[in-house]
């Protein structure tokens, strides 16, 4: 480059040096022949440019971001902007730069920007889903997550809906279609539209015993689903309905303990039981921090950067509390046991996302978390007779679920027996007709195992 900040013809033959040389070029070098090579050829070396940098901002190699990493994406985005708007390509390199260039943002703390940056990036996949025909618009999960996280939950909840209503008629997509559901389930809850949120459960029930029967799906994915839909029932007040879904989930559990999965699976269903854990309620009075707090129906490599930071260190905070308020429930149980196992609960539920998130061996680093929660329950139950019987009900369902999701499913089965004694639920008869793989839950029995197009959208 000269003096003027031209580049001469000597830049340009080095940059074409580097591109044809034979053997491995870094990306420091592509990025630097492509910056000279896109001055003088706009329209073929733009779009190599914008990808370039992307690549650029995070080293595969050893698994670190650049230290320019957001400068790198800034300009990565103003590349793919100088793209000619009639170039087909356009729109993919600039969607592209716009989602590497929001994480960035969102890890620098620039939360508004992200937001706007996610904004965009829905207003492309809008445009391009016209222009195809496409009902489904790119970029909606990811706007839907940045609006719970700021609160915004009215607005989440119909971008989840209207993601939902594009979808559903294709069918659970190899399992796509569940997650999705998870984040609507999710958004519809914190919005307070409850009717909306528990017909939601019931799709997302429906679709899982139908997967399980058919052998499309793990029959431990249905389990988890039934006892969340469960949770939530006896959230809105609807025990007598909640009851006859944990009969459901009984005698699921029962037949999984006989049989266990027909098929192998890839070990999602840890991830799917640790979604539905971050819905069941615990983080309900203990948001995070007085930031903002996650979306609970998404899995956690789907919350921003920072949100994610800020939620899993919480952790060390809860433990202090807990081992500080420990010696004061044991002195003075009326005043702050019932305190101790909520917040030995928040911690159990967070440190569980946490390691699930991070290692298949998630089960030895929380186990003792939910042993110690079931213990603290049972005092609890000793000492107030009147509540404390749901709550350990509660914190052994907890621990089924954990059980579950780690392959252990006779110690489930227990736990899930000994939470439906405390409730009074142990001697209801079981759901009758129940086919080999199929348990049919009270919805499922109504509307089959899918609901329509139309059900989706209100």
């Not at 960035?104 to 889903?129: D, H, K, P, T």
């Not at 369902?397 to 639920?425: K, V, W």
């Not at 793989?437 to 139309?454: I, P, Y």
Request: hydrophobic content about 40%; glycine content about 8%; some cysteine.
């Amino acid at each position: 480059m000269n003096h003027s900040g031209k580049f001469d013809q000597d830049d340009i033959v080095r940059a074409r040096n580097v591109l044809l040389a034979s053997g491995r070029r870094t990306p420091r070098e592509e990025v630097d022949a492509y910056r000279v090579l896109s001055q003088v050829s706009p329209t073929p070396y733009l779009p190599l440019l914008a990808r370039a940098l992307q690549r650029l901002s995070y080293d595969t190699s050893v698994g670190k971001w650049h230290p320019s990493s957001l400068a790198l994406c800034e300009e990565a985005v103003a590349a793919a902007r100088s793209i000619d708007p009639t170039e087909t390509a356009r729109a993919d390199v600039l969607y592209q730069a716009l989602d590497s260039c929001q994480r960035q943002l969102y890890m620098a703390g620039r939360r508004a920007e992200g937001l706007a940056m996610r904004a965009e990036m829905l207003a492309i996949g809008r445009a391009q889903a016209e222009a195809t025909g496409n009902p489904e618009a790119q970029g909606l999960k990811d706007w839907a997550a940045g609006l719970s996280e700021e609160g915004r939950y009215a607005e989440a909840a119909d971008a989840m809906t209207e993601l939902v209503t594009a979808i559903l008629p294709h069918g659970p997509r190899s399992g796509a279609l569940a997650w999705s559901l998870l984040e609507w389930i999710a958004a519809l809850h914190d919005a307070g539209r409850s009717g909306e949120a528990l017909a939601a459960f019931e799709t997302l029930v429906g679709m899982e015993a139908a997967e399980a029967a058919n052998d499309n799906g793990p029959m431990a994915c249905h389990l988890h689903s039934l006892i969340g839909y469960a949770r939530m029932l006896d959230t809105h007040g609807r025990g007598e309905q909640a009851a006859h879904v944990r009969q459901d989930a009984l005698a699921l559990l029962t037949e999984l303990t006989v049989t266990g999965e027909r098929n192998s699976w890839s070990g999602y269903q840890a991830s799917f039981w640790a979604v539905l854990l971050t819905m069941s309620g615990a983080d309900s009075a203990r948001p995070a921090s007085d930031g903002p707090r996650p979306p609970s129906g998404a899995v956690a490599t789907r919350w921003s950067p920072d949100t994610q930071q800020r939620y899993f260190d919480s952790r060390h905070a809860l433990r202090e509390e807990v081992d500080a308020l420990a010696p004061r429930a044991t002195e003075d149980p009326d005043r702050h046991l019932a305190e101790l196992v909520r917040l030995h609960r928040v911690l159990t539920v967070r440190s569980a996302v946490y390691w699930e998130h991070r290692t298949h061996l998630f089960a030895e680093r929380v186990g003792s978390l939910f042993d110690d929660g079931v213990g603290l329950a049972r005092r609890l139950s000793q000492h107030d007779p009147v509540e404390g019987p749901r709550t350990l009900a509660r914190t052994l369902i907890d621990r089924s679920t954990f059980h579950t999701a780690a392959g252990e499913i006779r110690p489930a089965l227990d736990d899930f027996r000994q939470a439906l004694s405390h409730l009074g639920e142990a001697n209801q008869p079981e759901p009758a007709n129940v086919r080999p793989g199929l348990v049919r839950t009270s919805s499922s029995r109504r509307a089959g195992s899918r609901r329509s197009t139309n059900s989706a959208g209100n």
